[in-house]
């Protein structure tokens, strides 16, 4: 297994439409390995394959609270077929946007049509911080990050400071496939 360089915004790879993966493959399985040690590291409770720079459809989460035991998940070419009405707020940050946080509203339960890492269709009926973790990971698929879902102005306010942190540090530089 390795950690791998997590893309941090705006970075080109963020704002693609990722492909969906045509075969969970030792290749697959071995990338979402890599993927959860990874996220574990940095420490975060999801990483989507676009932050490793990879435009495909997976993501990894892990929203097991603090003293549970892990909870590691991966899922690949994720659909959501059902989302709540009713929303729930969360604070959200994100691994390609390093200490920046804000408030989002998503909708508060959703069920998630995925294949596990044995290539077999699986079904998630997801609420609280899982059903929040799953929606952001799944808009990192279709280049959507969590400030697209907050107003122009604090997302501008976000975008400068993070540009400001990120001043003279090396930036992990991942080519796009
Ligand atoms: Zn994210």
New binding site residues.
């Given amino acids: 297994m390795a950690i791998l360089p997590i893309l941090v915004a705006p970075h080109p790879v963020l704002k693609k439409k990722c492909t969906p993966v045509e075969a969970v493959d030792g290749h697959i399985r071995r990338v979402l390995d890599d993927m959860l040690e990874t996220m574990y590291d940095a420490p975060g409770i999801?990483l989507?394959a676009p932050?490793i720079g990879l435009p495909k459809r997976m993501l990894v989460v892990d929203c097991a609270g603090r003293g549970e035991s892990p909870q590691p998940m991966k899922i690949i070419n994720p659909e959501i077929i059902a989302a709540s009405d009713d929303l729930a707020s969360y604070e959200e940050g994100?691994?390609?946007?390093p200490e920046q946080y804000a408030d989002v509203k998503r909708p508060a339960r959703v069920t998630v049509k995925y294949l596990d890492e044995t290539g077999t269709e699986q079904m998630l009926d997801a609420d609280g911080l899982l059903a929040t973790c799953i929606q952001?990971?799944i808009d990192?698929l279709d280049g959507v990050?969590?400030v697209d879902h907050i107003s122009s102005l604090k997302r501008g306010m976000i975008m400068r400071k993070l540009q400001k942190l990120m001043r003279g540090k090396p930036r992990p530089d991942v080519a796009a496939e």
């Fill in positions: 999801g989507a932050q994100c691994l390609s946007f952001h990971e990192h990050v969590f």
